[in-house]
C-alpha cells in the first residue's frame, strides 16, 4: 500500500513549457485534490475531483487543467508555464464515510521551478 | 466560505517547555471538520488530528493535546514538554462536512522552533 504517489519529484521548466504531474493512489478514495504551496503560505486548493470523470475549480485554478480518467489517477497539467507557478504542488485523497470524511493523505510534493 | 487565523507567525522555545497553537476559524457550516497538519522540514503533510463539529471533547495523544472551544470557534493545539523534533509549520484546518470534494482551508500556519 503506497498510499499517494507523485512523479516527478522535481522538475524545471523554461516559461512557455507544458508538464503534467501524475498523481496516484492505491486506497481507493473518492476524492482527489491538487494543492500549492508558496513560500510563507498554507496550502491553496486549485482543482479537485469527487469521482472519475469529475473535476471542479479549487480557489486558484487558472493557468491549469486537470483530468481524472481513471479513478485512482488524478492529472494536474500546465500548458504554458510561468513564473508565477512555481510552486511546491500537493496531491492528496480523502475517503468518503458514511458520516462524512475521513483523513486527507498527501503525496510528498513536487517541487516546480519555472524560470 | 470558512477561513482560519492562525495569528502566531512564528514560536520559538526551549526543549521541555509546553507550548500552545492558536487556531480560530470562521465558518457557517453547521456541521464540518477541523484537522491540524504538521509539515516538518522535511516537507511533507503529517496527519495530526481530525475532530467533528460535534465532538467538543478535548482529546489528548502522549504529549499532544487539542482544545475544541466551539462557541469561540478555537481549536487550540498543546504540545507538552516539546522536543527538537517537534520543529515544523503547524496547520490547522477547517473542512465543510456537508459539500462534495469537503477540501481543507489551510491557514498561513505556525512555525514552531524547539531548540535544545
Known amino acids: 500500500n503506497a498510499g499517494v504517489t507523485q512523479t516527478p519529484k522535481f522538475r524545471v521548466l523554461k516559461t512557455g513549457q507544458s508538464m503534467t504531474l501524475l498523481c496516484a493512489q492505491d486506497m481507493n478514495h473518492e476524492y482527489m485534490y491538487w494543492y500549492r504551496q508558496d513560500p510563507g503560505m498554507g496550502l491553496r486548493l486549485i482543482h479537485y475531483?469527487?469521482?472519475?470523470?469529475?473535476?471542479a475549480k479549487g480557489e486558484v485554478p487558472d493557468g491549469y487543467n486537470v483530468s481524472r480518467l481513471k479513478k485512482q489517477n488524478f492529472l494536474l497539467g500546465l500548458e504554458s508555464a510561468a513564473p508565477s507557478q512555481t510552486s511546491v504542488y500537493f496531491c492528496?485523497?480523502?475517503?468518503?464515510?458514511?458520516?462524512?470524511?475521513?483523513?486527507?493523505?498527501f503525496g510528498p510534493g513536487t517541487r516546480l521551478t519555472v524560470l | 466560505a470558512q477561513k482560519v487565523t492562525q495569528a502566531q507567525t512564528e514560536i520559538s522555545v526551549v526543549e521541555k517547555e509546553d507550548v500552545t497553537l492558536d487556531c480560530v476559524y470562521e465558518?457557517?457550516?453547521?456541521?464540518?471538520?477541523l484537522f491540524w497538519y504538521k509539515q516538518p522540514p522535511s516537507g511533507e503533510l503529517v496527519f495530526l488530528i481530525r475532530?467533528?463539529?460535534?465532538?467538543?471533547q478535548n482529546e489528548i495523544s502522549g504529549r499532544y493535546s487539542w482544545n475544541f472551544q466551539k462557541s469561540t470557534s478555537s481549536f487550540n493545539f498543546t504540545i507538552t514538554a516539546s522536543q527538537v523534533v517537534d520543529s515544523a509549520v503547524y496547520f490547522c484546518?477547517?473542512?465543510?462536512?456537508?459539500?462534495?470534494?469537503?477540501?481543507?482551508?489551510f491557514g498561513k500556519g505556525t512555525t514552531l522552533s524547539v531548540s535544545s
Open positions: 465558518t457557517r457550516d453547521t456541521t464540518y471538520y
Open positions: 492528496a485523497s480523502i475517503l468518503r464515510l458514511a458520516g462524512g470524511v475521513g483523513e486527507q493523505f
Open positions: 475531483s469527487v469521482g472519475e470523470g469529475t473535476t
Open positions: 484546518a477547517p473542512s465543510p462536512a456537508n459539500q462534495a470534494g469537503t477540501a481543507l482551508i
Open positions: 475532530r467533528n463539529s460535534f465532538d467538543e
